[in-house]
């Protein structure tokens, strides 16, 4: 049992390495969809010279060939001087600043933004990280927090009135964009009755941590909302499909007080496919907080991908996308490891 | 003995029973479930009223969707010019103090402002009167709205059209094919789709190519067929097995056949409904990507792109927030609806 177990995780885990690479090739791909290629943002300037093209190519390394460019983004340029027989593009030394070598994204090296001029990718990624977790996590205690006790109601008063409403609640919220959501709430709350501040993480010189958590309030709230859904709908489907099981009914019929069928018997069954829902929350950890930093100036990997891509700044998209790409699919590796433990009756074949 | 004849033969009809066949009975229920219905009428008006969008705002608004007027800029809607400005005043007691402090006595005088303007505004002659105001740069949002609506409309269904043909295509073929090697590649494109943030993806990629509107469905298709072809391939799990496709495989039934005259059929309400909620699911997206000013951009109206004007002052200007925010609200719920009330009516014969 314990050995199916190793060989599940090591085949896993190699599977999810499968699937880092393949995100690496998609990230490698958009530099090179960009039409015009990727430095084509000069041309908004009349004065660039064919000559400063040619230069600022060959700094970036953009006059190489594909697979060489590449493997550079991969691994880095200071090993190429290693390789014998000087070739087109063995430059023999490191063409993007001399006392720095690229060093290349398997070392998180990820370049040099187009638009923070001077600034590594990586540290401009590192520097939003944080912000994006604490929303994104606390997202999650709430969506969590309300999503199962809500859920649970649902099933046991099914076909009442919580049950109905809850339902209507879940529909409305669907019909409509949760950012927009948010911009309501931010107009009412923050605009209007100032509860709430307009934006930001924390007020400018204030940095204490109920000064934070006032402005985590509302889109730690407001980003909960989808989560919270989907959480919920699961608990009530999975609470739903268990209260029918024979081993209900017979809890039942020795005479257990309800609340007990349903704390010992119920919920303990129900939660586990739960966990595996919990895996699609990672990948929302940037892909969903795009729109939601948008709207609540939220100083995060969201924001820094707005600014990426509404300046043309590939490298930082590349990055960007590689790292959250990363964090996604070692989330969900992480889900599916801990599913395999907490359920013993996980097949450990795929 | 031809076929015809024994099917006229070897089926007694029965007496005091209407026959009914599957898409009668199916009719049948949707014609009795009210909400359905009122949610088909509600997307009726919305669908006439951006295919009319031209002739309403000529004709009966008087504004055109793309003419500015600078020295009208984020006005409030012209019945509530009035109002506003006492609202906004009531809005500063409440900043005072917080909620604590709100003079909600104001709001007997905002009101009776609203409805003299209303009257005024109803009786106004056409092309003086912004029933939703105006954005950033004097246009009328209305119209704009209603302008919107095509677009907006028209994406909702491309990308469902799109995504369900790749998800039904594919689903069929990893369902029919099960365990083989063209459902693992299937499979694994499922799952490297899966675990990429695919949102941040279409982002780049509409920010990159700028598609028009047939693009951007295209872009939002190609990553939405992914739960369609999931579900299906369950469902032919079950079906596949079933004696009736082993029998025209044993009459020898080619491959094609057997997927879209036998199985395909079986799987139609299914793909039915999920491609209704498909329709809204489009709608929202195109919505945040407009709204990130990488979908349809101006002067093209979308929903999207109409808040994207607010985003420096929604609280002097709210309008440009609810109004397309309302247009999809009541789209998208009447498609909801319509999606749920047809979930009931394809399974007719259960109760």
Not at chain 1, 63 to 80: A, F, M, N
Request: charged residues 15%.
């Amino acid at each position: 049992m314990r050995q199916g177990l190793a060989r599940y995780i090591i085949r896993r885990g190699l599977q999810s390495l499968f699937l880092v690479w393949i995100a690496t090739l998609i990230g490698f791909t958009i530099y090179q969809l960009a039409p015009g290629g990727p430095l084509q943002f000069l041309d908004d300037d009349p004065k660039r010279t064919a000559a400063d093209f040619n230069r600022l190519s060959a700094l970036y390394g953009l006059d190489r060939p594909i697979l060489v460019q590449y493997l550079v983004w991969l691994t880095g340029e200071d090993w190429l001087v290693l390789l014998p027989g000087g070739t087109a593009w063995q430059s023999g030394q490191c063409r993007n600043n001399a006392e720095r070598c690229g060093r290349g994204i398997l070392r998180f090296d990820f370049g040099r933004s187009f638009y923070f001029k001077g600034s590594n990718v990586i540290d401009l990624i590192v520097e939003r990280i944080p912000a994006t977790f604490i929303l994104g996590f606390s997202s999650l205690v709430i969506s969590v927090a309300v999503g199962i006790p809500s859920g649970i109601y649902a099933a046991l008063n099914r076909g009442r009135l919580p049950d109905h409403i809850i339902r209507v609640t879940t529909v409305l919220v669907n019909t409509v964009p949760e950012w927009w959501i948010g911009l309501l709430l931010l107009i009412i709350l923050g605009g209007y009755l100032r509860i709430v501040p307009l934006g930001g993480m924390e007020t400018i010189g204030d940095g204490s941590l109920p000064d934070r958590l006032h402005h985590l309030a509302l889109p730690a709230v407001v980003s909960a909302i989808s989560g919270w859904i989907s959480i919920s709908r699961i608990m009530r489907f999975e609470m739903l499909e268990v209260l029918n099981q024979d081993y209900v009914r017979t809890a039942r019929a020795k005479g257990l007080p309800e609340h007990l069928v349903i704390l010992r018997h119920v919920l303990r069954n129900a939660i586990l496919p739960f966990v595996t829902g919990l895996s699609g929350i990672f990948l929302l950890f940037l892909s969903g907080s795009i729109l939601f930093e948008l709207v609540f100036s939220w100083p995060g990997m969201g924001r820094l991908a707005v600014i990426a891509i509404n300046s043309r700044d590939y490298p930082v998209m590349m990055g960007l996308f590689v790292i959250s790409s990363f964090l996604g699919i070692m989330g969900v590796l992480m889900v599916d490891i801990l599913y395999s433990f907490v359920d013993p009756r996980v097949k450990y074949e795929l | 003995m031809d076929a015809q004849a024994i099917r006229r033969t070897s089926i007694p009809r029965i007496r005091g029973i209407r026959e009914q066949t599957y898409w009668q009975a199916v009719l049948a229920k949707l014609i009795r479930d009210k909400l359905t219905l009122a949610a088909m009428f509600g997307l009726a008006v919305i669908v006439t009223l951006s295919v009319a969008a031209a002739w309403i705002s000529d004709q009966v608004l008087g504004f055109d969707p793309t003419s500015t007027n600078l020295i009208n800029r984020n006005a409030p809607p012209t019945w509530a010019a009035t109002a506003w400005p006492i609202f906004q005043e009531f809005t500063q007691t409440c900043q005072e103090g917080g909620v604590s402090t709100c003079r909600w006595s104001l709001w007997g005088r905002i009101l009776s402002a609203s409805w003299a303007g209303l009257r005024e505004c109803l009786a106004a002659p056409r092309g003086t009167c912004h029933w939703m105001g105006t954005d950033q740069a004097g246009r009328d949002v209305l119209s704009r709205g209603l302008y919107g609506g095509r677009i907006s409309l028209r994406i909702g269904l491309y990308v469902a059209s799109i995504s369900m043909t790749l998800g039904v295509v594919l689903g069929l073929i990893s369902g029919y094919y099960a365990a083989t090697f063209i459902d693992d590649i299937i499979n694994a494109v499922i799952q490297t789709l899966g675990s990429i943030p695919l949102l941040f993806l279409l982002i780049i990629l509409s920010r990159i190519f700028q598609p028009g509107p047939e693009g951007l469905s295209f872009l939002i298709g190609i990553f939405g067929w992914m739960g369609v072809s999931r579900l299906i391939r369950g469902q032919i799990f079950s079906i596949r097995e079933r004696e009736y496709i082993l029998a025209s495989r044993a009459i020898g039934a080619s491959i094609w056949r057997i997927m879209f005259r036998h199985i395909l059929p079986n799987v139609s309400s299914i793909v039915i409904v999920v491609g209704v909620f498909n329709v809204a699911g489009a709608i929202i997206a195109e919505a945040g990507l407009s709204y990130l000013g990488v979908g349809i951009g101006p002067p093209l109206p979308s929903w999207g792109n109409m808040m994207q004007g607010s985003l420096g002052n929604f609280t002097d200007a709210p309008w440009l927030v609810l109004a397309p925010g309302l247009f999809i609200f009541l789209t998208t719920l009447s498609i909801y609806l319509i999606g749920d009330g047809l979930r009931d009516a394809l399974d007719p014969w259960v109760k």
